[in-house]
């Protein structure tokens, strides 16, 4: 074994540089020193003729639904449409009056008074859940009030009614974060008119035959944004990065009914004003409603792919705004014949979402920070945000690699901060060094699989953090750090979903079930914990030997004297309001514990932490608490085990704290120290085909460490702030 | 209006002394200087002749349902009942046994096998709530283990079996805290057993006979003991000071049937092992049980009541172990005829569960320390337990006295603190001086009343506090903090449940309603919150101008978009998991507030506190933030208004807080300081009738306030240190 003093011979490739009007000779500059091989026309950019020539490869951004504006403002009836739902009105007389766009943003929204009210919208007592006959509403157009007559008293009311995007709801953000003033607002139309689809494919023909020199189209993206509704101040109301509001229509409506035999109702899009947002339990309905999208998008994304390829382009996906339908790890996502997608990328967990999509030539990572002012301005430190995203993404390279990296924004600012460009430069000859010496590897891995347990299974994997990212989301927190943590651990992870267990069982190579998420989410599970198929296999698979881990409010929905409804593989319970006669005598186990080994603060931090939560008295092992409550337990549960964290934060101490807890209850302890490094603030990877291994230093200081390599050898090293090690096996 | 410097002549009277064997001579001293007008028997100590000559009355304790313990040991198949669950077993196989007794103390308990298995238990399915067929079932007498075959695997099963209570709760209790080694175990007969009912009365007859100088029978209490189950190792399991489990019997279920005319199941009196406790939302069967219980007791313990009176006696209960069925605030409690109830007192609100006691001649509070070694040791400080039980106690009496006050435990362990024997002669003229001044005049109170809404209604007024004695009790600390406060303010308090408003609607005089507790508790309310009819007349009493407070998690319950149902009013939400996706902009108002200007620290601490609170972005004041999360806002609903809190504890800035948010909410901020005192140490106490105002120093040290008396005076005084000043108006 012998430390591997890099390859000597300067890689270069598999990055792309964003450009810059007038800026040819600096672009050129930057495209030697960070060895790229690619460059793309920013937003509102156009690629200097000099710049194009240099580049081996040229992205060029396509905007299926809102490239032609003048298609869209002749076309507003095509416009894109969404169900809202008006806020709660009191009846305090017989009547009612509802002004259903209070609350919402008039120049995002204009009533549909094209399709019949009466047939498309819903008014609801919500008092009651009753749907209110139409007979008894009536619409004004000249109000823009709905009123209901013999309302009960003091009995809430709601409208869920159409309303047109009248404006697009990205270029709308970027207008008003940036005041653009009187700029036009663009529209997005929609493509389930078959006058704006013919036209979208037509203009791409066009916009293709206009741009010889591009070798990639970069789709932005195709059809339907992600929600984002803005409140009567302009300001935001509902923003859902998951959201298929803005993807409904009366015409989607029937051919959702032709195509599943039966009809929607507005209700179902509503969702009581929740939206199916990503937190709730998806009903039958909606899931329904998801499948018969993304069939319909990925239909006519390969209309769009296909047209690329013809032109003899690549076509390229961009991972956000109106990637709606286009979930990569659904079902119908490999039928759009993409050849690469890309996408940005805070933290290391999405790295996963893109290095873990099927069926690509190549993935791309556009790393933090944009070279945009709120980061590059002076005594600004945007090294600081670079060195962090690319640490957190490096770790999830480390277990599988996007095939390529950029950055994004205006050279010129970067160019300000020299110490910056010089950075970035070693981070692309670090990226490239890791991506050889991998070499299409895979990276050795725990003898078991790790599944992560929710609603939403495979289709949304590695999805939790994003879930969180809009703003100020709650109890999504663990979810979302314990994928942060397991994207850099030698685990190969599954995502299943309640209805996989239901239909096909817990497969034979998984390991370990996580289940982690706030009660009554998706995420948690709700009341597929009722369901006697899901507990029943689970407790088998942890009775006969398997691994449970459950975290904040696992298994939890109120049921036959359990909250918890694994309580008893979990060995904790939590009290709901029901339980509180019963004294508690949950104490602090004394025996060392291997799970709790790295542990060496006074008191372990997880963030979020879930209150309330107490031991069974049985046999289960406590081995931390806060307060009275519960914060790490311990349990045996036939063959098996099982552990329990009241919440999570991805940090050094509390990563090692999970690692060691899934070796535990996997049963396979003794297994951890095999390409393992001793400090928590590193990591170890090896690629056994490759014949190498690498040590991760994820801090920003220098650490020494103990590698246990192979079976039954150890060294110890050390590491450089940051540093990313290579050896030979 | 001038100062009442006492009324000089020394009062005495109205308190009770505890006796003690060979301390005659002390006795007397402490009869006289404490003023005492009677005496009891403690447990277990006959009163020396001399002590009997000096007491104008003599209180003796009777014990219905363990004093004969002849009888009781001789009729072992007629000893108190309990339903118990076993522990939840997992069938890891077809077939399953269940030692139903794992987990209980078997001196307590012993399986009935008297009554027929078959019959009387219930085997359920845990996983899926489903009841086993008896013919799926056999129980093993030699083993104490119920087999049960054909079940389902892994599937969680429970028995629900018969026991009898081999060792009365109480005498175990101390028998155990005492270590009283091989005393007898006492054991308590069901009087629902005709031969136990005649021979208890007998009894009864016989011990007046030989009692000719008790001039009290004080019944402690009289049939069914509050439930006490302890675990294997001899420590609690289950406490419940409002439990119905030990009241049970084959006899009681099917009296029950002829009474209701349908037929209990066990699992109405286990419900999924939490037994009914006060927290559950009562069920139809609970409540009808309860009402059978109580008017069976209350038919019993008249027959008691009435040979006392035959003996010229009169008859005392204490609210304390054997009282389930007595509740005075019960519809069946007059009926007993009793002429006083006495009870322990450790603070405010316990006073008003006595002095609010219809029907009686006069009612006794026991105060706080006992006289007992945990409190009175060498370097012990009985004397700052003794001020905190009477000024918690005092604000109570200024609102409704308790007719009589006392002590209990050892007076030889007093008399060893010759302060603390100095400062309850105090207390005693305190007490009598208040009384005396009150004359039976009812305190000035605001121009409104306040109801308590929950679902235990008058039932259970003044009561939340107890439930959460026992141990460790979660969510319902503010309930009872709540309570604990309005104990002494300046209101006319009615607790109502929901089914009241439902039957009833809201009375007239209603100002303000208060809802506090943990979601889906019976404090809160749980379902109730979806009747059409509850939340529309409290829409209804709002919107006319009513008043609302909300307190932790009021009208919670999921449905329809909502998570407090009466979000409208509160003008604040609780994130349960689905609303995620709104982003918040809760803001402190920077207002001035009325509710808050007695707010002088830096930060409100309500003890157990609600997170993940916002405001609806409407037009409610946050006017307290705890981190992100709403701690108080007050809002507007039609004529009405809301307010909300976090939390509550009971201190002086909150109880003023408390306060004034009641005056504010009802529209009547301005009636506020009338007969008031500025100080938040202190409060005001008016009698017009009797032409007098008192003002208490609640606190420790002096305190200086000003006195708002009358329509439009004021003046300033000092008050020493827990003072309890009269005026003449």
Redesign the interface.
């Known amino acids: 074994m012998s430390y591997l003093k890099g390859n000597c011979k300067k890689l270069k490739g598999q990055v792309t540089l964003p450009t810059e009007i007038g800026m040819d000779k600096e672009i050129a500059m930057l495209y030697d020193k960070w060895g790229c091989d690619a460059v793309r026309d920013c937003d509102g950019t156009k690629l200097p003729d000099e710049i194009k020539k240099l580049a081996e490869k040229v992205y060029s951004t396509f905007f299926p639904t809102r490239g032609d504006q003048a298609w869209a403002t002749e076309h507003k009836d095509q416009a894109q449409e969404l169900y809202l739902?008006s806020e709660?009105n009191?009846a305090?007389a017989d009547t009612l009056e509802i002004d259903i766009m209070a609350g919402y943003f008039d120049q995002q929204f204009q009533i549909d008074t094209v399709h019949d009210p009466k047939e498309w919208w819903e008014v609801?007592d919500?008092?009651?859940?009753e749907i209110i006959d139409p007979s008894c509403w009536e619409f004004d157009k000249s109000t823009g009030k709905v009123i209901i007559s013999n309302t009960?008293?003091?009995?809430?009311y709601?409208v869920g009614f159409l309303v047109y995007m009248v404006w697009d709801p990205t270029q709308m953000f970027n207008h008003i974060t940036n005041n653009w003033g009187d700029r036009p607002h663009e529209i997005s139309s929609d493509i389930c008119h078959e006058e704006t689809r013919k036209n979208m494919l037509k203009y791409l023909e066009d916009w293709l035959n206009e741009h010889p020199d591009t070798d990639v189209v970069r789709f932005t993206t195709f059809f339907y944004h992600f929600?984002l509704i803005y409140?009567q101040l302009g300001?935001?109301?509902?923003?859902?990065w998951f959201?298929y509001g803005s993807s409904i229509s009366p015409i989607a409506m029937e051919k959702f009914e032709e195509v599943k035999g039966y009809k929607l109702r507005p209700e179902d899009i509503i969702d009581?004003?929740?939206?199916n947002?990503p937190?709730?339990i998806p009903s039958k309905h909606f899931l329904d409603y998801m499948d018969y999208q993304q069939a319909f998008v990925a239909a006519a994304a390969k209309e769009c792919a296909d047209i690329a390829h013809r032109h003899g382009k690549e076509a390229m996906m961009f991972l956000g705004d109106n990637w709606i339908g286009t979930e990569p790890f659904g079902k119908h996502f490999k039928k759009i014949g993409l050849d690469a997608v890309v996408g940005s990328v805070s933290y290391g967990a999405q790295i996963r979402m893109l290095s873990e999509i099927p069926g690509l030539k190549y993935t791309e990572a556009r790393f933090m920070p944009y070279f945009f002012p709120d980061v590059f301005f002076e005594g600004g430190d945007p090294l600081k945000e670079l060195n962090f995203s690319w640490l957190a993404g490096r770790r999830a390279i480390a277990r599988k690699p996007v095939d390529r990296m950029g950055y994004g924004g205006y050279p010129s600012l970067a160019l300000k901060f020299p110490e910056f460009v010089e950075r970035v430069g070693k981070i692309c000859d670090e990226f490239r060094e890791i991506y050889s010496n991998i070499d299409g590897d895979k990276p050795y891995s725990a003898p078991f699989k790790v599944a992560v347990l929710n609603c939403w299974g495979k289709l949304r994997a590695w999805y939790a953090g994003c879930?969180g990212r809009?703003?100020?989301?709650?109890?999504?927190y663990s979810s979302g750090q314990v994928e942060e943590s397991l994207c850099g651990m030698p685990f190969e992870v599954e995502y299943i979903s309640f209805d996989d267990i239901k239909e096909n069982g817990i497969p034979e190579d998984i390991g370990v079930i996580i289940n982690v998420?706030?009660?009554?989410?998706a995420w948690s599970g709700g009341a597929n914990w009722l369901d006697?198929t899901v507990?029943?296999?689970i407790?088998?698979f942890v009775?006969n030997g398997g691994g449970f881990i459950g975290i904040g409010e696992p298994t939890a929905c109120?049921?036959?004297?359990?909250y918890f409804q694994l309580s008893?593989i979990l060995g904790v319970e939590r009290?709901?309001?029901?339980?509180?006669?019963?004294?508690?005598?949950g104490q602090l186990s004394t025996e060392e514990h291997f799970i709790m080994k790295d542990v060496t603060t006074n008191k372990i931090s997880f963030g979020e932490e879930i209150p309330?939560v107490y031991g069974n008295?049985k046999d289960e092992k406590i081995l931390s608490m806060s307060g009275?409550y519960v914060q790490v337990a311990a349990n045996s549960y036939?063959k098996g085990r099982s552990a329990y964290f009241s919440g999570f934060e991805y940090e050094p101490e509390n990563n090692r704290l999970l690692l060691r807890a899934i070796y535990w209850v996997a049963g396979k302890e003794n297994e951890m120290e095999k390409w393992y490094s001793s400090n928590i603030n590193t990591e170890c990877h090896a690629y056994l085909s490759s014949g190498k291994f690498m040590v991760l230093n994820n801090s920003y200081e220098s650490q020494d460490t103990v590698i246990y390599y192979g079976d039954n050898d150890s060294m110890n090293i050390k590491l450089e702030p940051m540093e990313c090690r290579w050896f030979e096996i």
Chains 1, 2 share one sequence.
């Open positions: 739902m709660y009191t305090a609801i919500r008092t009651t859940g009960k008293k003091y009995h809430n709601t929600t409140n300001m935001p109301k509902f923003f859902d959201g009581e004003g929740y939206y947002n937190f709730r879930a809009a703003s100020g989301y709650k109890a999504i998420g706030a009660a009554n989410t006697e507990v029943s296999r407790r088998e009775h109120q049921h036959q004297g359990k008893d009290e709901l309001g029901y339980y509180l006669n019963y004294p508690r005598y309330w008295g009275d036939g």
